[in-house]
């Protein structure tokens, strides 16, 4: 990996490699839209590239990719892609990402450069750091609001928690799809 790139990625730089973990948690709505819990392994990659410049904004990020299987699966029950940026003069951490459901995510929160936790959230009707479905899932299972904490435990091992909060039609209470696992580097 290029060391110089790296050190330009901020909380970033810890996450670049290749990771797998086999520990997750997966909480979601059910086939009937209720809830189901599963037990996951997944394997993530981040390819550090940059700069790329928004005129006097100056971003490094991370090719991101992501693929999960139940435990005891061959297909993969879950997959996105995306980056990940760090504008360093602003000290923002983004999060850009596509399920292949058709949901897309701009996440984004303030970090310290040297941050070995750090929060990342997007609102549905946000300008900013928001969150856009397709007609479905806006009509039946609408994303109102996404927030992530990473916690880097080393060089070799870091973990997340995920809230993704769904208006489900025909449901008062806002359901919480929670994912949380701890992944290590394999590369």
Same mark, same amino acid.
């Given at each position: ?13 810890? /996450? ?9 948690d997966d909480v979601a709505p059910s086939d009937d839209r209720g809830t189901e819990r599963n037990k996951f392994r997944e394997r993530m990659t981040f390819e550090? %590239?940059?700069?790329?410049? =928004?005129?006097?904004?100056? /971003? ?12 005891? *699966? *061959?297909?993969? %029950?879950?997959? *996105? ?24 995510? /701009? ?10 936790t750090f929060e990342l959230s997007a609102e549905a009707g946000s300008d900013t750091y928001g969150i856009c479905s397709n007609k479905f899932l806006d009509r039946? %299972?609408?994303?109102?609001?996404? *927030? ?17 909060? /769904? ?13 949380? =696992?701890?992944? =290590?580097?394999?590369?």
């Open positions: 990996m290029n060391d110089d790139l790296i050190k330009h990625l901020g909380p970033l730089a810890a /996450l670049a490699g290749v990771w797998e973990g086999d520990k997750g550090p %590239f940059g700069p790329t410049m =928004n005129h006097e904004q100056r /971003l490094y990020g991370l090719r991101y990719s992501t693929v999960a299987w139940r435990i005891g *699966e *061959e297909a993969p %029950f879950h997959e *996105e892609t995306g980056y990940w940026l760090w504008d360093p003069d602003a000290k923002q951490v983004l999060r850009c990402f596509i399920v292949p459901r058709g949901v897309t995510v /701009l996440a984004g929160g303030t970090a310290e450069p040297d941050a070995k039946e %299972f609408k994303t109102v609001r996404y *927030e992530l904490t990473v916690t880097v435990h080393g060089p070799d091992s870091f973990s997340y928690k995920e809230d993704t909060q /769904l208006r489900i039609k025909g449901q008062k209470d806002i359901f919480h799809h929670t994912d949380a =696992n701890r992944v =290590n580097r394999v590369r």
